[in-house]
């Protein structure tokens, strides 16, 4: 089974620009891999922000984008909230095997 | 409105089952899949498993073939797991989710919380 990896910990100031990726074992994640995104409040059910790499749920605030940079799967944070410190949850598909979740990134707005 | 709302927290001891159910509401229940996936405290997501709308063919993750069984009941709109052979590393919250294949997942059931203790 393929290990997909995420940054365990980023800080952003509140206002401020953060990028979180999700890199996968098996080489470079591509639009095939269908990359999600879901953000995960303390004590809540995790919410689906962003789908097939750069797609946006409807309750996905602006400031949220996707994107492919470099070798993995991005998520852009722009004018960062108090209200986005959270965990953040990549998940990759693969081709004939299962789906895979990242380890997460707990992100703090400070 | 969508909406995925899960039964209530459970209690094993190890080698028992448990079956959580997920009731969908606000949307065509067959046209869509659900997708299981557990959070251990402290922990990251796993994915479990996803099932059709149809009922037909789930596709579980390795970890848990053999153990787990994922099941549709369409005429109440109801999902459910059953996993059994239960151990204290089972011990997570499950949470259910609307997804229109394996790799989806758009609406989050509230999660529902097992615990596996002696």
């Known amino acids: 089974q393929a290990v997909v990896t995420q940054e365990p910990s980023l800080t952003v100031s509140p206002g401020g620009t953060v990028t979180l990726t999700c890199a996968s074992s098996?080489?470079?994640?591509?639009?095939?891999?269908?990359p999600y995104w879901f953000q995960q409040k303390a004590g809540h059910a995790p919410r689906t922000l962003i789908y097939?790499?750069?797609n946006k749920q409807p309750w996905t605030p602006a400031r949220f984008s996707g994107s492919l940079l470099g070798d993995k799967a991005a998520l852009t944070l722009s004018g960062a909230q108090p209200e986005d410190e959270a965990d953040y949850y990549c998940?990759?598909?693969?081709?004939?095997?299962?789906?895979?979740f990242g380890g997460g990134t707990k992100l703090t707005v400070l | 409105q969508v909406q995925l709302v899960q039964s209530g927290a459970e209690v094993k001891k190890p080698g028992a089952s448990v079956k959580v159910s997920c009731k969908g509401s606000?949307?065509?229940?067959?046209?869509?899949?659900i997708t299981w996936v557990r959070q251990a405290p402290g922990q990251g997501l796993e994915w479990m498993g996803w099932?059709?709308?149809?009922?037909?063919?789930?596709k579980y993750a390795q970890k848990f073939q053999g153990r787990v069984t994922m099941t549709t009941d369409t005429p109440t709109s109801t999902n459910y797991l059953e996993l059994r052979s239960l151990r204290s590393d089972d011990t997570a919250v499950y949470f259910c989710?609307?997804?229109?294949?394996?790799?989806?997942?758009?609406?989050w059931g509230q999660g529902t919380l097992v615990t596996v203790s002696p």
């Open positions: 097939d790499t750069n």
């Open positions: 606000g949307y065509s229940f067959s046209s869509y899949g």
């Open positions: 099932i059709s709308g149809n009922n037909d063919h789930p």
């Open positions: 989710a609307r997804a229109g294949w394996p790799g989806d997942a758009d609406i």
């Open positions: 098996t080489g470079a994640v591509t639009s095939d891999h269908y």
């Open positions: 998940l990759l598909s693969y081709s004939g095997a299962r789906p895979v």
